[in-house]
């Protein structure tokens, strides 16, 4: 697929502009890492590198950079996205390197290349969500498949004014896979997020618990795919 130039407001696309998308991962004591603090990093990270930085134009330039699909709070992921621009068309590995050298514990660049696709096509996410409870993993799963069963999964979601409304998030659950461990139940999942709706995965997983009062000890997510429409991964 065409190389796409990224289309952020208010910023002056200038031949001398390179577009980079690294993806990274985002584990252990890093999932701790606000968003505003992860920001400061990667700034921090990149002019470390000594990176041919691009900024942004007008009265005030800063180190343009941009998330696509942001990361709550506690969880961890494989595919966490960072775009930004450089004003030299470096090799991308050499880019890659660099910038891993400057990583945090717990963060690690795993590629960088031309971005493929648009931010706005990003349709779904996919998630591995692991429960330890009062309940065993086994009585856990047979819980679960009864709540996949069901034709409505009603929750009260807050909207912008801060009031909240009945959602039916029954559609928009996908579960790919099960598997009960010793302590732990382990779901695999697919859920809308990028576009109009966004469903969290802890909103699923508190959305169950919640219908058959079970009480967590431990809830564990990670994030293992972004995905556009057709299943297809976000590069």
Not at 36 to 57: E, G, S
Not at 140 to 158: G, H, L, P, T, Y
Request: aromatic share 8%; proline share 5%.
């Amino acid at each position: 697929m065409a190389e796409k130039r990224l289309q952020p407001k208010n910023v002056d696309l200038r031949p001398d502009r390179y577009d980079k998308r690294v993806v990274y991962e985002k584990c252990g004591r890093a999932k701790y890492i606000s968003h505003l603090d992860l920001m400061r990093a990667m700034q921090r990270a990149i002019k470390r590198a000594k990176l041919p930085i691009w900024y942004t134009q007008g009265f005030n330039p800063h180190i343009y950079i941009m998330f696509p699909l942001t990361l709550s709070l506690g969880f961890e992921s494989r595919v966490e996205v960072m775009d930004f621009a450089l004003l030299e068309d470096l090799p991308d590995e050499e880019v890659l390197k660099a910038l891993d050298a400057q990583m945090p514990e717990g963060m690690r660049i795993v590629s960088c290349s031309a971005p493929v696709h648009s931010h706005t096509e990003i349709t779904h996410a996919e998630y591995v969500i692991r429960i330890s409870a009062d309940k065993t993993p086994a009585e856990m799963a047979e819980k679960f498949k009864d709540f996949m069963s069901r034709e409505v999964i009603e929750i009260q979601k807050r909207t912008k004014k801060g009031t909240y409304k009945p959602v039916d998030i029954r559609p928009s659950l996908e579960l790919l896979d099960m598997y009960t461990e010793e302590k732990y139940l382990e779901l695999k999942m697919r859920l809308p997020a990028g576009g109009s709706f966004n469903l969290n995965a802890n909103v699923a997983a508190e959305a169950f618990l919640d219908m058959y009062g079970i009480k967590a000890e431990e809830i564990c997510i990670e994030r293992t795919k972004i995905l556009v429409e057709n299943g297809e991964v976000f590069y």
